[in-house]
């Protein structure tokens, strides 16, 4: 269908004894954002922000979950929050991230479409060697839809010898950080030492209601891979919560390792930007300050009744704005006074609105 979103399985005999049986997975046909997430609950303003922060810093990130759970979706909702002057080149066996609204949005893509390892189309190149290929495209964000065969070596080796500098993000299936290890190690036979070129392991999950009539998609955790481990980083402490599902709360919080400044990866972010080595509060200040944001864009889309607030082109355009304003302030006052920049920037979003 020309246009359409949706991903269709089909089944024949003698698989299916009665015959030919369908399954739909229609797409939203426009592509999620963050805001749209915190306004259906699906994450809170500050794993939002944390997300955006950790994406901003050129980390590399695998979404994981369950089937069905909302990883792609996050995936490509995250993807909005890099900066338009990136390229980005994105590598697919089955196309689902949102490229076309992406470009259209004014993003600069390379999508690159590999064979599929259920199919196996012969006259398309395997997710490795796509890898590969995308490595001599130059300086280049890199999306993985899927790490979920023999594409994983080939990424990891990338990612540890540092041929991708910029930000790295895939999906792959699993409910935890550890169940991640485990597919990725053991699974998909990446070497444990290559596995440490992950940063952070973000969690998706469906949440059952107690009586078990309702399902809830959420963030259930975001979690940093440090580095100091030897055989298993469950036991070493290799995974260090930086927030956390409260199921009492129904939310995201942060842990202690978050507030007191005492992650290992945020503070690698820090050290390559002036105004932030060795300043905590300046770190959690701009993590705090996108927070704001987030949660002012929804706000002000359910105040006004506007959800077109939510949706993509505006999202990159808040985004653009709030870097353009950092920069501006940066340059009057000789730091990033997140003061000064959120009102300037609320004052343009009461513009816009």
């Given amino acids: 269908v020309p246009g359409g979103r949706a991903r269709v399985a089909i089944i024949q005999e003698n698989l299916s004894p009665e015959g030919l049986a369908f399954a739909f997975r229609r ?68 196309r689902e991230l949102p490229i076309r609204q992406m470009k259209d949005i004014g993003f600069n893509i390379e999508s690159m479409k590999s064979r599929s390892v259920i199919t196996q189309v012969e006259n398309e190149l395997p997710a490795e060697e796509a890898i590969r290929t995308s490595l001599r495209l130059g300086d280049s964000a890199l999306v993985i839809g899927e790490v979920r065969s023999d594409e ?84 070493e402490d290799g995974f260090v919560d930086l927030m956390r599902y409260d199921s009492n709360e129904d939310e995201l919080v942060p842990t202690d390792t978050l507030k007191n400044g005492e992650s290992v990866i945020l503070n690698r972010i820090a050290e390559n930007v002036r105004e932030w080595k060795n300043d905590w509060n300046a770190v959690w200040d701009n993590i705090k ?20 607030l939510l949706e993509a082109e505006f999202t990159v355009n808040a985004n653009q704005r709030f870097h353009l304003l950092s920069q501006k302030v940066g340059e009057e006052y000789g730091e990033q006074d997140t003061e000064r920049i959120f009102a300037r920037w609320k004052e343009w979003l009461d513009q816009q609105v």
């Fill in 152 to 235: 994983a070596k080939t990424l990891y080796e990338a990612m540890r010898v540092g041929a991708v500098a910029n930000f790295v993000g895939g999906t792959i299936h699993g409910e935890s950080a550890y169940s991640v290890f485990d597919r990725v190690v053991n699974d998909l036979g990446v070497p444990k030492t290559s596995f440490k070129a992950t940063d952070i392991i973000v969690s998706v999950n469906k949440i059952q209601s107690p009586d078990g009539m309702e399902t809830y998609r959420r963030v259930t955790g975001i979690t940093e891979v440090r580095k100091n481990w030897t055989d298993d980083p469950q036991e």
């Fill in 289 to 308: 300050l996108r927070e704001q944001m987030k949660r002012e864009i929804v706000e002000k889309a359910e105040e006004t009744g506007n959800d077109e």
């Fill in 27 to 94: 797409h939203r046909s426009r592509a999620w954002t963050l805001p749209l997430f915190i306004k259906e609950d699906f994450i809170n303003p500050l794993g939002a922000a944390l997300i955006s922060f950790i994406v901003d810093g050129n980390r590399s990130v695998l979404f994981s979950g369950t089937r069905g759970a909302g990883k792609t979706s996050l995936l490509s909702a995250s993807m909005l929050e890099l900066l338009k002057k990136e390229r980005i080149v994105t590598v697919e066996d089955t």
